[in-house]
């Protein structure tokens, strides 16, 4: 099942560390808010994802699983 990086966007106070954490993911908007790739996580890149989420300040960063389709 493929995992997804989602921010909340209520939640997010724009410090920058999951950007710093998951560059290959993530990019910072011009003021300083997550711009998140929507593509599944790569398999290489899943522990730093992990990381990254854990590393949040505010718990914004989340990890969610892509749910069966029918």
Same mark, same amino acid.
């Given at each position: 099942?493929?995992e =997804?990086l =989602?921010?909340?966007? @209520?939640? /997010? !106070?724009? %410090? &920058?560390? /999951?950007? *710093?954490?998951?560059?290959?993911?993530?990019? +910072?908007? *011009?003021? &300083?808010?997550?711009? @998140?790739?929507? %593509?599944?996580?790569p398999?290489e +890149?899943? !522990? +730093? #994802?992990? =990381? #990254?989420a854990?590393? /949040?300040p505010?718990?914004?960063l989340l990890?969610?699983?892509? =749910?069966p389709?029918?």
């Amino acid at each position: 099942m493929a995992e =997804r990086l =989602r921010v909340n966007p @209520i939640a /997010c !106070e724009a %410090h &920058g560390m /999951c950007a *710093e954490l998951l560059p290959e993911m993530i990019s +910072l908007d *011009e003021w &300083g808010y997550p711009i @998140i790739d929507e %593509h599944p996580i790569p398999p290489e +890149l899943a !522990e +730093l #994802a992990r =990381r #990254a989420a854990q590393a /949040c300040p505010t718990f914004a960063l989340l990890i969610q699983r892509d =749910r069966p389709r029918g």
